[in-house]
């Protein structure tokens, strides 16, 4: 549906430190947000859909998004895609292409519904820097002094000659800045052949059936897969922020983001679970490809889970999640709402990681609280601009927020094949940049 709204979607839309890195600041990003807009578009930003050319974006190039959207569902990579580019607070383009399930003669709509995985932990980072701002926790703080199960953990290095694990006592807790920057050494769910990661899988240490305190039980008996601070490893730290949310809080994970940052924000379509009016507009997560491409199944979405993860629980709209990257971009504000302070916001996208865990990520990126941020985009081989911070989902969905050019854009798809989905991460990146003129 190249850049036309479905009649619903448009009325929505139309009401609508460690490690060295030259930060733009908000002082910065305020220059460029007047430079090349309307008056218009200077007036407010209310994420309303206008004219690409009033924010500085080519309408014609735009349509190679369309064209090149179009062509990854015409040879069967994908079931359906929903693209969003926001630039100085207004929508300069919505577009929506296939279906929500390919078995199905339905065709995908903008207000489509779509499981967003890791997507989540920039949302859990967010809620944790509003309770940093409450005074709840400090960056260098042991994560033991708020988990004391975690005051003794130990740390795999290799197997025993009976093939036990062979563990040696974590030198130190980890700190507070390391969970967020996935740092501390914990394991994840992601690579079942890491030994450690076999035993978070075998254990079931996510769970959204068992309460998060549960989780914590469980994690606290599995070891590190490296001493804290010396490598950068994705990990289950952010569903450890999430059990910290409920502690520091005193309320349920869902409860503290549904009502300090979802309903202030008009998140209106985004949860741990779907309601049942809602479940017709849930694109469906698929494998395969041209004949073979097929529904992945995946777990009921209207159970309300007991344990929401963190890490990757949340289901959201393109036009939802294009709200909390403005708030953003914006240093905290969205619509006269403000969540955080402009410096929290510039600490969260700052590269926290130090120099040697550093080696153990992607050229060019380093980490800030729950967001991957790009300190040299020539060494990282990406269009973005130094500064820029993003993260994607599992499923294939994907965000990035641009301070230098006051852009976000936002990309829904559902299809388990990472060697599918992020290729076209990087396509996407490429169109936008070729579109933005002024």
Partial sequence: MPRRLDRSIALLLAAAVVAPLA?????????????GTSSGAKASRDLAVVSPESVGISSERLQRIDVNMKRLVDEG???GLV??????????????????????ADTLKSDAIFRIYSMTKPVIGV?????HEEGKWRLDDPVARYIPAFQKLKVYVGKNDDGSPKLEDARRSMTMRELMTHTGGLGYVLSPD?????MIIDARVLNPAAPLQAMIAKLAAMPLLAQPGTRWSYSIGVDVQGYLIEKFAGMPLGDFLKTRIFDPLGMKDTGFYVPADKVSRLAQVHTGAGATLAVDPRPDPTVVPLGPSGGGGLFSTAIDYARFCDMLLQGGQFKGVRLLA??????????HVNPDALKTMGPGTGWGMDFQVVMDAAAAGDSVPNGTFSWWGIAGTWFWIDPVNDLAFVGMVQHQDTRVTRPIHALSRSLVYQAVIE
């Fill in 23 to 35: 930060v733009v600041t908000l002082a910065q990003t305020a220059a460029v947000t007047s430079h």
């Fill in 77 to 79: 990579q994908v079931a």
């Fill in 83 to 104: 693209t969003l580019l926001e630039r100085h607070g207004k929508v300069a383009y919505v577009g929506a292409v296939g279906k929500p399930d390919v078995g199905k």
């Fill in 127 to 131: 809620a944790m820097m509003m309770l």
């Fill in 194 to 198: 890491n030994p450690v990661h076999r």
């Fill in 342 to 351: 402009p410096r929290t916001v510039e600490m969260m996208r700052t590269n």
